[in-house]
């Protein structure tokens, strides 16, 4: 039996933030989750998936965030509690039917994850969807850490039933992937099925019925917003005059730096954990009580300048101040060390506390940076693209692990913006450039939006060559399935399409099936695209060597070493492909034998034929 489903109330264990929400919503009685993955959420939907194999849950990976929405909008409607479950960029894709949902309203509840990542550990930005809750009218909660995770869950679920309206939750990376006790509370049966109650003069969204939906809106808001007056999710600690005002992971940074700086005494903690509609009512008496008031938030000056709106509407005079108060930025992650800092400047605080050390003689730690795995097959299939194309083409690229193309000396991405944006962008380049334009795109991020840029490039007769990186997963997020992957392994039966059949069927001419690890036939077909006159697709087709793996696909690797008896020291293993299980001693290229998988592509670019596989 999955952890998350001992139904031991009063057990407490330790659990991921992720994991905590999906025991959250176990108790809550969840019926129907959807996501497409995204970190730092990922592991989320990873606990539902393997939930609902033993259970009635009903859990999906859709084709994207947009269509997660939707199909859960289809079963919250019905009366079923529903979560959904993305990224921050996620939520852009799924801002359409979000801002109109709103309007619609729910029936059971609907609580939306979304797992914001300052720092931008795993993302192309940091932005703050803090602004989502304000642009779509819905309400936001905010935990502050695993106990938070999970009873906040349950709180946003019952909220969501009340108003009748989808609720926020909002995450940060560093909540997502922290680990703390969790007490358990009972888990409440769930609702199997639900019943659609036909109102087309509610849920049909012409203008006419939407007039109406908005003044709903609006009421429900004001309703909300009474309810975030009276919550206990937005409490005060301490009786001190210096206030400071806080969310979500910041809530425990200022916590430990009263806590090291001993002033608990002189300070008033307003924690907003109910944080849209942000409570006016109660900042204002918070306000009135306090002689200045700092405020620690990641990124934008949100709450900081609400509150500033807030005093001045009230005849407060204090000083409120937030970012450029003692490196407090609109930039990245905060850490403790950071708020102490802005807490000691602010309020000019004494701190007998221990000095950091001087570092300054030490040497910097040598630089990790991120890159294909051992036997990536994208490595190959860039080899033969920069052989036939060159260095002059333009390489419009997307997100996930061919993302790092990027690096030297592959050296294979010139622009990427958001999911599906190598093809349309590829479009643009093709029309504005003479420039050759060779693109790639992930096979799980063209059926999340490549195909409506394909369509598009097919229509207005484009001139490009498309690659399809297909490795049988969604492989940056941890493999997750998606609709060309064959599922049989996993223990679910789900439908496998086929990518060729939709390239064919969106009207692409020229198609191509390439597999990387065959060197001399993948250049051959790349050199097919560069001459032909028109839209090209490859389709580069070679499992990932982990997934493969965890699969149960891949054979035992015979690694690979180098005769130095015939190796000359060219150094193109190296030079062109940059397999990390590759290395130099003494000046001379060795192979790491335990991170070799066989994969024979730098046997195959050797002019020496010096790489050759071990015997035993």
């Keep these: 039996m999955h952890k998350l489903l001992t139904d031991s109330p009063g057990m407490e264990t330790l659990l991921l933030g992720n994991e905590a929400i999906v025991r959250g919503a176990l108790e809550a009685g969840i019926s129907f989750a959807t996501c497409y993955p995204g970190t730092p959420s990922s592991e989320i939907s990873d606990q539902f998936f393997q939930i609902s194999k033993e259970t009635e849950l009903y859990f999906e990976y859709s084709t994207n965030e947009k269509v997660a ?15 959904v479950i993305m990224k921050h960029v996620g939520l852009n894709v799924a801002a359409d039917p979000l801002m109109t949902l709103a309007y619609v309203g729910i029936k059971g509840g609907m609580v939306i994850i979304n797992a914001d990542d300052p720092s931008l550990f795993s993302s192309q930005n940091e932005q703050d969807n803090r602004y989502y809750a304000r642009l779509s009218g819905l309400p936001m909660l905010e935990p502050t850490n695993t106990q938070e995770m999970k009873d906040m869950t349950v709180a946003a679920f019952d909220l969501s039933e009340d108003l009748k309206l989808p609720v926020i939750f909002r995450t940060t990376t560093r909540l997502n992937h922290i680990r703390g006790a969790v007490r358990f509370g009972k888990l409440k049966p769930s609702q199997k099925k639900g019943t659609f109650q036909k109102d087309p003069f509610h849920f049909v969204t012409v203008p006419a019925v939407s007039r109406n939906l908005h003044k709903l809106l609006l009421e429900k808001y004001d309703l909300s917003l009474a309810m975030s007056e009276k919550s206990p999710l937005n409490r005060i600690i301490g009786k001190g005059s210096w206030g400071i005002v806080t969310n979500g992971v910041s809530f425990n940074y200022v916590n430990d730096a009263v806590s090291d700086l001993g002033i608990f005494e002189r300070v008033s903690i307003l924690c907003l954990g109910f944080s849209w509609p942000m409570p006016a009512d109660l900042i204002t ?17 949100i709450i900081e300048n609400e509150l500033k ?9 204090i000083p409120v101040k937030g970012k450029g108060t003692g490196g407090l930025s609109r930039l990245f992650e905060y850490d403790p060390g950071m708020v102490r800092n802005a807490i000691i400047e602010y309020f000019g605080c004494d701190y007998k506390g221990h000095k950091i050390p001087d570092l300054s003689g030490i040497p910097e730690l040598p630089a990790r940076p991120p890159g294909l795995c051992p036997g990536c097959p994208h490595r190959a299939t860039y080899y033969a693209v920069k052989e036939v194309y060159g260095p002059d083409a333009i390489h419009p690229t997307d ?13 294979m991405a010139d622009f990427v913006i958001c999911m599906g944006s190598s093809v349309s962008s590829s479009c643009g380049f093709s029309q504005a450039s003479d420039q050759k334009v060779v693109s790639f795109i992930g096979d799980s991020t063209f059926f999340h939006s490549g195909i409506t840029g394909l369509i598009n490039a097919v229509h207005n007769n484009h001139k490009f060559t498309l690659v399809i990186l ?20 996993m223990g679910v039966d789900l439908t496998r399409i086929s990518i060729e059949d939709v390239v064919r069927g969106c009207g692409v001419k020229d198609v191509h099936v390439a597999r990387p690890f065959k060197i001399k036939k993948t250049i051959e077909t790349v050199k097919a695209t560069m001459e032909y006159d028109g839209l090209s697709v490859i389709i580069s087709k070679e499992m990932c060597p982990l997934f493969a793996k965890n699969a149960g696909h891949f054979k035992k690797p015979r690694p690979f070493y180098v005769n130095h008896e015939k190796c000359k020291n060219h150094r193109d293993c190296i030079n062109k492909l940059a397999c990390p299980a590759m290395f130099l001693e003494e000046n001379m290229v060795e192979i790491d034998r335990n991170l070799c998988i066989g994969c024979s592509v730098c046997a195959q670019i050797c002019p020496e034929n010096a790489i050759l596989p071990l015997k035993k």
């Design 285 to 301: 008496r918070f306000l009135k009580q306090m002689e200045k008031v700092l405020v620690v938030e990641e990124l934008e000056p």
């Design 309 to 317: 709106a807030i005093a001045q509407e009230s005849g407060i005079t």
């Design 470 to 489: 297909d490795n049988g997963t969604t492989a940056m997020t941890g493999h997750q399935p998606h609709p060309g992957v064959d599922t049989s392994h």
């Design 399 to 411: 997100i996930g692990c061919y993302t790092l193309g990027l690096l030297p000396p592959v050296s």
């Design 69 to 83: 929405l939707e199909v859960g909008a289809g079963a919250a409607v019905c009366g079923l509690r529903t979560m």
